[in-house]
């Protein structure tokens, strides 16, 4: 089944551009989903379709995917944005549909 | 708005089946598929299954194939997740998440989840 590889950790100061890496066999052909999830909440959905935004979220919450890698970038990071990050696609070819990535916790320094 | 809400926490020992509802309000219960999730502790996200509250049918991931029944009531708007032969790894939190009946939209929005916890 088709594999989304997360960097474990990203660590980035108030204020400055948290990116956040979605790694996957030619994932720039696919849809891409962001989730954000903060200790012992349920994830929420912060960015859709690659780089489109629910409402509700703010607009320093980006998306991007080319290639072999989807991005989500976080601007002016804020305390608040430390959480866990989750990318997700579909995956059709297999019996598992819904494929999310390891995840990623953001740490705000 | 809408809303997920789902049942509480339970304990089971090994061997034991448990079944989790989440009742769905603010739009129309059959017009998305309803999705399971499940997150150990300190783990990722792990897609368990999806149901289709209009017809029915199901999609399962292969690892819990024989051991996952997901089932739906349209008269409460209320989905289910059953899961037997219960083993100490399915300690987790489950999530049931509404996804789209077509195309390749996010699951989006989520339950609170349920703890189930495993133990002798």
């Known amino acids: 089944s088709y594999v989304l590889t997360q960097p474990p950790s990203v660590s980035v100061a108030p204020g400055q551009t948290a990116r956040i890496t979605c790694g996957g066999n030619?994932?720039?052909?696919?849809?891409v989903h962001w989730y954000q999830q903060k200790p012992g909440q349920a994830p929420v959905l912060v960015v859709y379709?690659?780089?489109d935004r629910p409402s509700g979220i703010p607009e320093r919450f980006s998306g991007s995917n080319s290639g072999n890698t989807a991005t989500l970038t976080i601007s002016r990071v804020e305390a608040g944005d430390e959480a866990d990050y989750y990318c997700?696609?579909?995956?059709?070819?297999?019996?598992?549909?819904?494929?999310f990535g390891g995840g990623t916790k953001l740490t705000v320094l | 708005q809408v809303q997920l809400v789902q049942s509480g926490a339970e304990v089971k020992k090994p061997g034991a089946s448990v079944k989790v509802s989440c009742k769905a309000s603010?739009?129309?219960?059959?017009?998305?598929?309803m999705h399971w999730v499940r997150q150990a502790p300190g783990q990722g996200l792990e897609w368990m299954g999806r149901?289709?509250?209009?017809?029915?049918?199901?999609n399962y991931a292969q690892k819990f194939q024989g051991r996952v029944t997901m089932t739906r009531d349209t008269s409460i708007s209320t989905a289910y997740m059953e899961l037997s032969r219960l083993r100490s790894d399915d300690t987790a939190v489950y999530y049931c998440?509404?996804?789209?009946?077509?195309?390749?939209?996010?699951?989006?929005?989520w339950g609170q989840g349920t703890l189930v916890t495993v133990s002798s």
């Open positions: 997700q696609v579909w995956d059709s070819s297999s019996d598992h549909l819904v494929v």
């Open positions: 603010g739009y129309t219960f059959t017009g998305y598929y």
């Open positions: 379709d690659d780089s």
């Open positions: 030619n994932i720039g052909s696919k849809s």
């Open positions: 998440a509404r996804g789209p009946l077509m195309g390749l939209r996010p699951l989006d929005y």
């Open positions: 149901i289709n509250p209009n017809s029915g049918g199901t």
